[in-house]
Structures are given as C-alpha cells and as structure tokens.
C-alpha cells in the first residue's frame, strides 16, 4: 500500500462519489477491496489540516480510517475507508419509510460518539452536518472531512458550543425534536454538552431493551410433581406411613427424583399431615451421602451443644423411614 502514488490512478475512469470546493472524491479498487480518493482541487492550508487530523483519528470507532497519504508536488489527496451507503443525509431520504426508532437511536448514538472523540482531545470540529457523516459497512455511521477542526483551550468555556447547535439540525431530521430544541437554546450556557447527549441516548436504549417482551419459563414437573434443583422436602415426626405404604424395591435416590415409582401411588401433600413439606435449604437432606456424612459434619461443629441437641431431635424423627428403606443407621451425637 505504501508504493502506491496518485501517478497510479486514471481519474478520467474512475467512479465519481461526490465533492464540493474544496474538493472531489473517487471509488478506486486496490487489491479487491474498495477504497475512496479524495483529490483536493487546490493546496490550503485547510488540506493540510484535514490530513494531519484525519491521521491522529485513524482507527478511531464512529470516524473514518485514514488509509495513505497521496499528496505529491502537484496535488493533495489520500485515501480513506469507503463508504457503501454515501452520507447520512442519502441513507436518510432512501430509508425514510423503512427505518426504525431503534435504526435512528442506533445512528444517532454512532454520530453523538464520533463527535465525543473528537471534543476529547479540545478540538472543535465546526463543520457538523450530514454531508459529512458517512454510513459505512455494517451501517455505521463515522465523521468525515475534519478539515476545519481547531484546537482550544481546555480552560475556555462553552467553547464547543457550536458543535452542539448544528448537531440539533442532525436530530431534528431524525425525529428527536426534544433534543433539537435542548442543543438550540439561545442561551449558550444551558447547552448539554456531548457526554449528557451520550447519556441521553444510552438511556434511550436501556429503555427499548427493557419493553422487550420476555419468553415464560416452562417448567416440567415430575409424577411426584418433585424437581430435584427446586424444590427439597422434610419428614415430620407425626402421622409417618407404614412401611407397607411405601412403593417397594425402591431406591432412596429414585424415589425422590420420581423415577421408577409405581404411578398408583400418591404422596399426600394437599394434607394438613403430610410428611412431605417445601422447607429452606438449610433443612434439605438432597442426597444419600447427606445421610451418612451428617453426624460427623455436625458433631466436628464448634459451639455444637444447639447443634447436637437438634440433631438428636431430628435423629428421632428420621429413625422410623431409615429403618423402613434400609438405610445405614445414623450416628447419635453426644
């Protein structure tokens, strides 16, 4: 890319973008790729500006990427990222009808963020409108031609004020009057500045995303209507079944998962006895290994006089369905 001089191009059959002025712009190809020209009609003192500028904002997101510098003894120009959709104004009258309040915010945002980097380095950009903002690949819009951007003092106030007035131009077009009128108050000082317009925007799309409908969640239940991750269950000492009651050849494990039940039998949980009971987690036994490691969990426990004393309760009303399902017998904690 760097071999590459003006010499190289025929400008007579290139494909003529558009200019002005100051200037005219081509569609050249290098490479297979597309590139965009622009070719300065005289030398200024503005050209070299727009140049110097365009190269210290190379690669910055919402501005475009400056390629190569072309300028020779005869003429000034370089080349830049191309543009597939033209300025924004075009994209605008061709889409008038399709695009989306979504569409605009999203553009709007892309522009406000261009203009925010260049106020972040105390330059003025002093020439915001539509023609120079290009829609690029992806539909994203990035500034062009900073040729008349200046330098000021960090220390001067309101001095991006200008900026922010034409940039109303740009959202009254799109729709956003509210804004328009915000950045075209007479009175210079109650102008936002670009970071509250950002923040504007950035509120704008949380909104939208929150009026989003969200999908329910479909939850399937098991026969015994148990789900392991959400629900967990405790035994009460009163009103326990037979042992004759119980599904039998049953695991401990499958018959808490609900597998391998016998579909005639029905927990009672609708009754004021039930011993199947929602609890905390902190009551939850999910696990056979629960059963065997519980007394040594507990009794190894500092301060465990509470502990061991509930233990023992609990030990009593558990004793009766760990004999019935054949479970290694529960230590008694002293």
């Given amino acids: 890319m760097n071999k590459i001089t003006l010499n190289d191009f025929d400008i007579k059959k290139l494909q003529y973008l558009g200019g002005g002025a100051f200037g005219k712009v081509y569609k050249v190809e ?13 030398f200024h003192r503005f050209n070299f500006n727009e ?7 190379s690669k910055t997101k919402n501005i475009i990427d400056f390629i190569l510098d072309l300028t020779n003894q005869t003429k000034q120009a370089y ?9 924004l104004e075009s994209y605008r009258k061709k889409n008038e009808n399709n695009l989306t309040k979504e569409e605009k915010i999203e553009l709007m945002k892309q522009v406000v963020n261009g203009i925010k980097s260049v106020h972040s380095t105390f330059r003025i950009i002093h020439d915001v409108k539509e023609e120079n903002i290009l829609v690029c690949k992806n539909k994203i819009a990035k500034l062009c031609d900073l040729g008349l951007a200046s330098v000021v003092s960090p220390l001067e ?27 075209q108050c007479d009175d210079i000082s109650l102008r936002p500045n670009i970071q509250e317009i950002a923040s504007w925007f950035d509120n704008i ?23 392991r991750k959400n629900f967990a269950f405790r035994f009460q000492s009163q009103n326990f079944r037979k042992s ?21 039998f029905r927990s009672r949980n609708n009754q004021k006895n039930s011993h199947f009971e929602k609890i905390n987690k ?26 061991r004393k509930k233990m023992n309760e609990r030990r009593n009303t558990l004793l009766t369905l760990s004999n019935d399902l054949n479970l290694p017998k529960l230590k008694k904690i002293e």
């Fill in 282 to 307: 902190t009551s939850v036994f999910k696990d056979k290994k629960q059963f065997r490691k519980i007394g040594k969990t507990l009794s190894s426990s500092p301060n465990s006089r509470k502990i």
């Fill in 157 to 183: 106030k309101n001095a991006f004020a200008s900026d922010i007035y034409y940039l109303g131009y740009i959202f009254n077009e799109f729709g956003f009057s509210d804004f328009y009128h915000k950045c």
């Fill in 205 to 227: 799309l949380l909104k939208t995303e929150k009026k989003k409908p969200k999908l329910p969640k479909i939850i399937q239940k098991s026969p015994l209507s148990i789900k």
């Fill in 51 to 57: 140049i110097k500028t365009m190269k210290l904002f």
């Fill in 30 to 42: 290098i490479g297979g790729e597309n590139y965009a020209l622009k070719i300065f009609a005289k």
């Fill in 244 to 264: 004759s009651d119980f599904p039998q050849n049953v695991k401990f494990s499958s018959f808490f998962s609900g597998r391998n039940v016998d579909p005639n």
């Fill in 79 to 87: 080349l830049m990222e191309f543009a597939p959709y033209g300025t």
